[in-house]
């Protein structure tokens, strides 16, 4: 082993649901499944390792001081948030709390992806540099449906905190992210070194299982070859990959606990 790869750390990860939905199979599965729908669950993830904990993404739900509710009355009805799923309550499960969140890594910029980022204060705040100026400037109502109130409140009151990231970029040791684009503009996966191998989380170029397996893009996308592009090089990349939607995470793994 040399010594830079001693030196990184190996990380921790854990799924945290915060959500369900219910949508038509094609939203998930480019033009299949018509007639159907697909039951999902909405995640964000706590990584912890070298001193550090970090989420990707950040959950949904809850009641504090300075929420931002304009997208929350819009989103939430369709994304139901349960009891305990809450970002708050998912965190003191695992006895943090905000401010010991120091690096969030988003995603993308979708609601049900960043709705809470707000409550962190203390941590930087990671965005793909040109899906963030794409996201500031829309171009069509269709692909860009970001929260306004949000992106304002990032734009202004967390603008220090932004770290804008290239397409490639170690955000930390053994932590990198990916711009995979097709779903957003703003579209990155994350890839953490753990003692299981490089696990990525997809984002949602992925949503499902079944689009990694089959190469198979979503329905929701703003390109679909950067989509089955960003498939194959994902899976080239990972020795595990978890996609950003599917229930089945948490049939693999009934505790959470990836790696």
Partial sequence: MNNDAAKTPEYRVRCLRTATHTAPEPVFLYMKGFGRTVDV???????????????????????????????????????????GEDTLSQLRKHGLRPGDIDLVILTHLHY????????????????????WEAALSPTHPVFDVFPKDVLAHMATRMKAQLRLAADEETIAPGID??????????????????????????GDVAYLYDNLETEHPVGL??????????LRRLKREGDVLLPGHDKRILDRYPDGIIA
């Avoid at 996308?221 to 960003?230: D, M, N, Q, W």
């Fill in 221 to 230: 996308g703003v390109s679909l070859y950067e989509s089955v592009e960003a």
């Fill in 41 to 83: 669950n909405c995640y964000f993830w706590l990584v912890q390792g070298g001193g550090r904990n970090a989420l990707v993404d950040t959950g949904m739900g809850g009641d504090y001081p300075g929420r931002l509710t304009e997208s929350a009355r819009k989103s939430e009805a369709g994304f139901p948030v349960g009891d």
């Fill in 177 to 202: 992210v990916l711009w995979t684009g097709g779903h957003t503009r703003c579209s990155q996966a994350v890839k953490i070194r753990t003692a299981k191998g490089a696990v990525v989380l997809t």
């Fill in 112 to 131: 049900d992806h960043i709705a809470n980022v707000q409550l962190f204060e203390n941590a930087d705040i990671v965005v793909n540099r040109k899906g």
